[in-house]
Structure formats: structure tokens, C-alpha cells
């Protein structure tokens, strides 16, 4: 029997499968101990490609996923690993135990591993106190819960049970629980494009102060020895010293019906180096849990966030500001003579801006200070859970609802005035009913696990936007659209347990008013199987594998695209390179009719390890998706619209390998985490007759969806090439330009490698994260306009370059001969090796490999004993840095940056924001 159910197993974990890459779904929250103290440096990943983050020294974390349904892993340094399906944006509260991650999620739903932690539990009953339960980990209390217990000092065994040692005070009030954390960030600028200091603004031999878009004028040396004394500008001293802090404070009390009532407020202001641009966050919640009604046990809470922020990302804002930075020739002063960008240095007494061509390029200082970009945000999420418990059925239901409100204000630059409005309103509604019913049957063998769910999900969203009166005409009308998605989930499976494997299967049907059933089989089936190898490979081979598993699962299902995509990277790719600065997202594309909804297959096999007393874990895993009906935005008579454009398939593996010990003193503990990850995805079919669509980037550079090509490959200008390959030079010495956009770079990373030591002695902790890519292009079109213009450390250093001949050959197919000076005063500018390519030069030349290694943070953290002390019972401090160094060839700022803020632009850097670096301090007090 074990050998059929083997081979049965081992074919259905073979097959194929499917992946959405539009749109994204946000998964956000807060990681904590169970004592409340924020839990940083835990790895919160998308299980199905390399995109990943950790939570910060607070403990929260933001993760960006494609749309459609995703598994996202919560995991740390040498403990078990939580896995979440999600296909909407969430909440999270995530508690950390000692063996697994409890998550809470926006609705009450809460998942957490099958592995239960290792406790010892005492009941306590007193006519004082009345009756709660004591949480025993590593011999030392815990946690406890009850309605009117005194703090616990201290446990002891006794007997057979425990003694009780209760801390008194008049500091203390039973039953209370209270938590308040304060932190102090510093940040500065990471890294920025490499930048001359050698040359004067200016051209033809001359030094031009003003008015001058290039910078190709005389050397520094020779003004000086002229009894000139030009400013020497540096991008770096544009930057401030970014100084955050926040607080928050976190009461939990007795409840109603035995359950407990839990309050929190918040508050965080985050000030960036970038001058005059702050995001200020308050949060407040309120939850009543474990309230109990007979075998029914509920929770109940609210949760209101509010963000106000200054000059965020959007559409192009952002890179024209860097561009205005990087670009400022090295012998003009933006601060106007003043010794800071406060007060009005960018007006010149005439009233005129005081710019290096103010025709062309604003002062940063005048960006910062009158670009009106604000977002102002608002979220609010209810929920109410009630689970009912009876033998062996479990009947679990969740409502909530969750209400989002956005108003923007941006800024559109104009040369006819200097800022123009552009205000986006939005309000987006969800609200999610789930009844989930499980029986299981347990007096056969194997064990039979039946489930049940109905889910329904309502989302209303709301758009209204509108510009300055003088844009109508120039750009389409206002939008003011609202539309309404009703679907309906309903699942039904079987779960088979035997003592060494299990096998399951389920079928989900899906019903919406925005997709069409004519459009797909509403038919979504799902199997999946693990065995424990152990028995197995002794009952097979005589082999003897103890904690060795091996688990498969192969699924059909559907997804469908937000009602309205606020990622409209698609927007830009009507204007060329070097008209950047005109994109503002004017408009957004929106659901249409039209569209079919996007259906998944998806296969995957892996093998997990764990040993006996779990100090070493071992986890390699392969999977292999296809997305068919792909949606994504396209631009359709300069208006963006959303479509059908594809088929898509993702595959790859994924590596997972940890080790803790701990040392016979059992002061000292330590632990090491190392995982490698390999994702491929490739267009299988394009719907469309172009030769590919454009994702994201301009008319002459883009990422792009093309079959038989990577996602977001990039695709550009190029060197004309002969049948053999060889560059084809023109009469004047210099490189023709093939202007047909072809491939010129994949940004998928051959690989992807994380190291995560760390070590405790006593009350310390230290926590460390590596991360390492291989591999994966990039366009690095910040480094492309500087050359054009003369500010780049590239052109600095090869300006003076006479006589070089281009290897290569002429038209007529003999190799080329004639000699160019890269730079010649005495010639018209545009002759020039890099002006006569234009601002975004030819695409090919700056492709650059996007490889690095970066120490991404370091924390430590110390508790000090408390137990003394009437009126703290914890008092924690920590310090981290994130972001510490880069170490890469690319000559950009941070290659994992995009291209205004979007995913899709993957690949491209067009003056980028740089990353930044930052220095912790929090402080943690529970009384």
C-alpha cells in the first residue's frame, strides 16, 4: 500500500503550474516577541521568487507581491517557517514563539504553523486572583492571562506541580499589562552616480556661469590659474541628516467574558535626508480577544492608521529633483551664495530663478521647497471573529472590513509657470465574510480531515482626479470613475492523514460580476501530498531517513486585477528618454469589460529536513507556474488601458538551510541562516501583433513583455551590426545607431544568496544580515545624461581622448580607420563623443551588470534584569544599522532601485532616488 500510495504521490507532484506578475497586493504589519518587544531582521518573502524583506528595528515590515494568489513565508535564524496564502493586501500582527510564528491577519484570520512550542502550563485558582494560565518556556515564566492576576516573580516546581511567587508593589496593578517603546533614527545618503570635478560649465573653450546646459568648458586648473575661484559643487551637500523618531505605547487589561482588552497608539515621524520631505504616521487600535461564550470563543477590534507625507515618489517628481542634483555643473553654486537652503537662495534679486539654465532645469532648493506634492492616507480595518469548538468539528467565521482614503497633490512642471496642480482623490472599500468548517474523523486510519469554506468578498473603488484648468486640452479630461466587484469563493476538500503521510484534495469555484464564466472552466481543482520518508525508504530500500519529508501540490485557480491600477508605469512610454520630466501619471487605467480574468497552474515539490532536536533544518524546493490571460496596462490612442497581453511561466527553486546551538554553559547561543534562490519567468505567447508590449520606460527604452523573452526584458537602441556582428562606423569615425528597439538586457538576477548569523550571550543579542545577487542588467540612463552633458565622471576622465579609432568597420564592410578626438573645443558641441547620441545615448553602451553584495543590517539588542525592581518588569535597549555598505561594479545609486517607484521598471535607472543609510536606537519599557 505505501508503495502505490508512493508512485501516485510522486506523479502528481510533477506536473505544472501558474503565476501572476500584475498589479500588486500589499502585505504589511508588525513582528513582536510574546512580551510585546518589536522583533527586527525576521525575513518576510514571497515563496515563489526572490522578492523579500525584513521587518525594521520596530518590527514592521511592507512587502509588494504580483496580484492573484501568493504564499508568503515569515521565517528567522532556526526556527520552523510560517507560510501564508494571500490574494488581496493585509494587516498582520505576527507574535514569535519560541518554535513558530503565530499571524493575526486583517479580518481575525490567524495561521500559524502545525508545530506547537514546547511549554509546561500551570492553572492557578485562589479566591484572590480567580483562575489564569501560566506559559512555562525554558523553565522561566512566560506569559499569562487572566482577569485579575497578580504579576508572577517567579515559578518553582513543587511536587508535582509548581510553587508561586507573587511581586508585590504599589506601582502594580493586577492584571495589567503595559508596554511602551521609544526610537531615535539617524539616516544619511547612500550611494550616488560617480560625478566630475575637473571642468567648468560652459562649451567651445569657454566658461559659462549661466544659462548653460552643459558642462564641457575649461578645467578648473586653468581658471584657477587665472586668478578665477569657481565654487566647486558636490550632489552630496544638497543632503541632510535625517532624524526620526517614535513612540508607542501598548496597554492590555482584563476583558470582557474572561478574554482580555488590548489598546495601542503610535506614533512615528520620519524625516529624510532629501530636504523638506517627512512622512508623519499615527495608529491607534483597540481589540477585545478570547471572549468567551460557552464553546464559542470570539475576538473582536479596529485599527485606524493616518500617514501625511511630503514629496513621496510619484511619476517623475522624484527623478527630477535628482536630476537637477546630479547634473549642477561642478562650478555653480545652487545655494545662490547662501550658506543654507533656507529662505528663498533660489530667487535672484530680478525675481528670476536662480538656475544653471533655467529654461531647462529647476533649482533643487526651489523643488523641495514649492513642489506641492503631498499625500495624505487614511486606513481603517474592523474585524470580528467567533470560532466555535466541539469535539472534533471546528467552525470558524470572520467579517471585516477594511476602508482606505488617498488624496494626492502633485506638481506638474511647466516652463510657462513654474508649477501647475495635479489632485487625486480615492477611496477603495473592501469587506470579506469567511465561514471555514472543518471535521475531522479520527476513529479510522487513516484520519479523515473534511473542509468547507465560503468566502465573499465585496470592493468598491473610487476614483476622482482633476488638474489645472490651463492642462485641459494638453491632457485628457479629469477621471471620475466607481466601480463595484462582488465575488464569491467556495471550496470543498478531503484531507487523508496516515501516521507517515498525507493526501489531499479540494476544488474551489469562483463567481464574480466582473468576470464572465463563459471566460474560464469555473472548475479550480487542487492535490497535494507529504510523506515522511522514513518509512518509506525503509519499507523501498531499506534506507533509514528519519525526519526527512518529502511534499508536493499541484493547483488550478483565478485571480482577478484590481479595479483600478495605481501603478501606471505604462503611462511613460509615450514620451522619449529625455522628456522624463513631463510624465506625471495623469491618468490611471482602469477595469474594462473586455477583460478576462487571469487562471493559474501551479506545481511544486520539495524536500524538508529537520532534526531531531531541531538545531539543524534543511528545505530545497522547486516550483513551476503558469499564468495564462496575463493583464497589464498598455497605452491605446495615448490613453492607458488594461488588457489581456499574454501567457507567462515562472519557474525556479528555492534553498533553505539553518543551524542553532547551544552551548553547555547555556549562556551562549548561536545561530546561522543561508538560503539561495534561482527564479527564471519567460512569455510564452504575446496577444498582440507588435513585436512586444511595453511595461515600463519610454519610446526608446523600456522594459518590456515579449515571447520567448525573460518579464522586463529590456529592450533599446543599439550600434548597428553586420551579419557577422561586427559595429558598423559611420564616414565620420563615430558608431551608427540602429534606432529599432531590440533586447539589450534581462534584470533577472542569476541567482539570489542570504546569510543570516546571529548569537546571544545572557542578555545580548546580535542579529546580522548579508545579501549577495548575481547576475541581472540594468540601463543605467543617470550616467548616460551626465555624459551628454559633461558632468559624469566618465566623460571627466575620457573627454581628452584624441586619435581613437572605434573597432568596428565602414559601410562598405572594411575595418574602420578613422581617427576621432572624443572631445574637440574648437568643433560644434554636437560632434562631441557623447552629445551627438543624444541625452539617453545609444541603450547598449549602458547596460551594466547589477551583481553586489550589501550588508543589510546589524542589530543589538540587550534586557537587562528587571527582577528587583517594583515598577519595570522589562527593560530592553537596541541599536542597528541598516543599509551599513554596497559593495557592487554597477555605477549607479542601488541597483535594486526603480525607475519612478515602479516594480515593472525593474532594470532602469533614470536618476533614481538613492537608498539610504541608517543608525537605530530604541528603548523598551514594560511596567
Given amino acids: 500500500m505505501r508503495k502505490t500510495f508512493c508512485l501516485i504521490m510522486l506523479a502528481l507532484i510533477l506536473s505544472q503550474s501558474g503565476y501572476s506578475q500584475t498589479d500588486r497586493i500589499i502585505i504589511s504589519g508588525n ?15 514571497d515563496k515563489n521568487s526572490t522578492n523579500g524583506t525584513i521587518s525594521d528595528v520596530d518590527g514592521n515590515f511592507t512587502l509588494s507581491l504580483p496580484s492573484g494568489k501568493q504564499t508568503v513565508v515569515v521565517s528567522f535564524i532556526g526556527y520552523n517557517t510560517a507560510e501564508v496564502e494571500v490574494d488581496k493586501s493585509e494587516v498582520w500582527s505576527i507574535i514569535f514563539y519560541d518554535a513558530h510564528f503565530d499571524i493575526r491577519r486583517s479580518g481575525g484570520e490567524t495561521n500559524s504553523i502545525v508545530k506547537e512550542p514546547t511549554v509546561l502550563s500551570y492553572k492557578l485558582r485562589n479566591e484572590k486572583d480567580g ?24 515559578i518553582k516546581p513543587s511536587g508535582k506541580g509548581y510553587s508561586i511567587k507573587e511581586a508585590k508593589g504599589r506601582f502594580y496593578t493586577s492584571g495589567y499589562d503595559i508596554l511602551y517603546t521609544t526610537s531615535l533614527d539617524v539616516s544619511t545618503v547612500g550611494r550616488l552616480p560617480q560625478w566630475q570635478t575637473d571642468y567648468a560649465q560652459g562649451q567651445g573653450g569657454l566658461w559659462n556661469k549661466s544659462d548653460e546646459i552643459f558642462s564641457w568648458g575649461l578645467s578648473l586648473s586653468s581658471l584657477q590659474s587665472n586668478g578665477e575661484t569657481p565654487v566647486i559643487y558636490s550632489p552630496k551637500d544638497f543632503f541632510d541628516t535625517g532624524l526620526s523618531f517614535s513612540n508607542a505605547l501598548n496597554i492590555k487589561f482584563p476583558g470582557f467574558k474572561r478574554g482580555f482588552t488590548s489598546v495601542e497608539v503610535g506614533q512615528r515621524r520620519n524625516n529624510s535626508p532629501i530636504p523638506e520631505a517627512y512622512n508623519d504616521n499615527y495608529n491607534l487600535s483597540l481589540a477585545m480577544g478570547d471572549i468567551t461564550f460557552g464553546r464559542v470563543k470570539s475576538e473582536v477590534g479596529v485599527r485606524y492608521n493616518n500617514v501625511y507625507g511630503k514629496h513621496a515618489q510619484h511619476a517623475a517628481n ?12 561642478p562650478t555653480f553654486d545652487n545655494l545662490n551664495g547662501q550658506s543654507s537652503g533656507k529662505g528663498n537662495v533660489w530667487i535672484k534679486p530680478d525675481g528670476s530663478y536662480h538656475s544653471y539654465n533655467p529654461s531647462f532645469v529647476e533649482n533643487p532648493y526651489a523643488l523641495v521647497n514649492e513642489l506641492p506634492d503631498r499625500k495624505k492616507s487614511e486606513y481603517l480595518l474592523s474585524f470580528l471573529k467567533a470560532q466555535y469548538n466541539y469535539k472534533s468539528v471546528e467552525w470558524l467565521n470572520t467579517v471585516n472590513l477594511e476602508k482606505t482614503w488617498n488624496n494626492y497633490t502633485n506638481g506638474m512642471l511647466s516652463q510657462a509657470e513654474l508649477y501647475r496642480t495635479f489632485d487625486r482623490k480615492d477611496q477603495i472599500t473592501n469587506i470579506a465574510a469567511n465561514s471555514d468548517l472543518l471535521w475531522t474523523i479520527k476513529r479510522y486510519d487513516p484520519k479523515i480531515d473534511i473542509l468547507a469554506r465560503y468566502s465573499f468578498k465585496h470592493t468598491s473603488d473610487k476614483l476622482l ?4 484648468p490651463l492642462d485641459q486640452g494638453m491632457y485628457p479630461g479629469a477621471q471620475n470613475e466607481k466601480l463595484i466587484r462582488n465575488s464569491h469563493d467556495i471550496k470543498y476538500g478531503v484531507k487523508f492523514r496516515w501516521d507517515n503521510a498525507s493526501f489531499e484534495a479540494a476544488n474551489t469555484h469562483y463567481f464574480s460580476n466582473t468576470a464572465s464564466s463563459k471566460d474560464y472552466a469555473n472548475l479550480f481543482p487542487e492535490f497535494g501530498a507529504n510523506v515522511k520518508l522514513e518509512r518509506v525508504f525503509e519499507d ?61 497552474l501551479k506545481s511544486e515539490l520539495g524536500l524538508r529536513y529537520v532534526s531531531n532536536g531541531g538545531n539543524v533544518s534543511a528545505e530545497i524546493s522547486g516550483f513551476n507556474y503558469h499564468t495564462y490571460n496575463l493583464v497589464s496596462p498598455v497605452v491605446q490612442d495615448w490613453n492607458p488601458v488594461m488588457q489581456n497581453i499574454g501567457r507567462l511561466r515562472s519557474y525556479g527553486y528555492f534553498l533553505d538551510l539553518s543551524y542553532k546551538t547551544r552551548f553547555d554553559s547555556r549562556n551562549w547561543n548561536m545561530g546561522i541562516k543561508y538560503t ?66 531590440t533586447k539589450i538586457g534581462d534584470p533577472t538576477p542569476d541567482f539570489v544568496m542570504t546569510l543570516n548569523p546571529s ?43 584624441k586619435g581613437y579609432i572605434f573597432d568596428g568597420v565602414n559601410e562598405s564592410g572594411a575595418a574602420n580607420t578613422v581617427p576621432v578626438d572624443f572631445y574637440n573645443p574648437d568643433e560644434p558641441i554636437w560632434d562631441n563623443r557623447w552629445v551627438r547620441y543624444g541625452m539617453a545615448g545609444v541603450g547598449e553602451e549602458y547596460i551594466e551588470k547589477a551583481s553586489y553584495l550589501r550588508f543589510s543590517d546589524i542589530t543589538l539588542l540587550y534586557s537587562f534584569n528587571v527582577r528587583r525592581s517594583r515598577i519595570l518588569n522589562r527593560l530592553d535597549v537596541g541599536v542597528s544599522a541598516k543599509n551599513l555598505f554596497l559593495i557592487t561594479s554597477y555605477k549607479g545609486v542601488d541597483p535594486n532601485s526603480y525607475m519612478f517607484g515602479y ?20 528603548v523598551t519599557l514594560g511596567f
Avoid at 535607472?909 to 537608498?915: A, E, M, R, Y
Fill in 31 to 45: 513582528i513582536l516577541y510574546d512580551d510585546g518587544f518589536p522583533l527586527p531582521g525576521i525575513n518576510v518573502r
Fill in 131 to 154: 483562575e489564569g494560565v501560566f506559559y512555562m518556556k525554558d523553565d522561566m515564566p512566560s506569559s499569562y492571562h487572566s482577569a485579575s492576576l497578580s504579576r508572577i516573580e517567579e
Fill in 318 to 329: 522624484m527623478a527630477t529633483l535628482m536630476y537637477a542634483i546630479y547634473t549642477t555643473p
Fill in 465 to 468: 482626479s482633476k488638474r489645472n
Fill in 540 to 600: 523501498l530500500f531499506d534506507w533509514n531517513y528519519n525526519n526527512l519529508s518529502l511534499y508536493g501540490n499541484i493547483k488550478r485557480s483565478i485571480g482577478e486585477v484590481s479595479l483600478i491600477n495605481r501603478s501606471p508605469s505604462v503611462l511613460s512610454t509615450t514620451l522619449n528618454a529625455a522628456s522624463f520630466r513631463h510624465y506625471y501619471e495623469y491618468q490611471l487605467p482602469i477595469y474594462n469589460e473586455s477583460l478576462k480574468p487571469e487562471t493559474y
Fill in 676 to 741: 539561495f534562490s534561482q527564479t527564471k519567468n519567460k512569455a510564452t505567447a504575446l496577444y498582440h501583433d507588435q513585436p512586444f508590449v511595453r511595461l515600463a520606460g519610454f519610446s526608446d527604452i523600456a522594459t518590456v513583455f515579449a515571447e520567448g523573452e525573460p518579464l522586463g526584458a529590456i529592450y533599446g537602441t543599439s550600434y548597428q551590426r553586420n551579419d557577422a556582428g561586427q559595429v558598423v562606423v559611420g564616414a565620420d569615425g563615430f558608431p551608427l545607431v540602429n534606432y529599432k528597439l
Fill in 759 to 801: 548569537v546571544s550571550y545572557k542578555g545580548f543579542t546580535l542579529r546580522m544580515l548579508f545579501e549577495y545577487q548575481h547576475g541581472g542588467d540594468r540601463w543605467n540612463g543617470t550616467k548616460a545624461f551626465m555624459d551628454c552633458l559633461g558632468v559624469s565622471k566618465n566623460s571627466g576622465d575620457n573627454r581628452n581622448i
Fill in 903 to 922: 516594480s515593472l521598471a525593474n532594470g532602469l535607472d533614470l536618476f533614481n532616488t538613492p537608498s539610504m543609510r541608517s543608525y537605530s536606537l530604541s
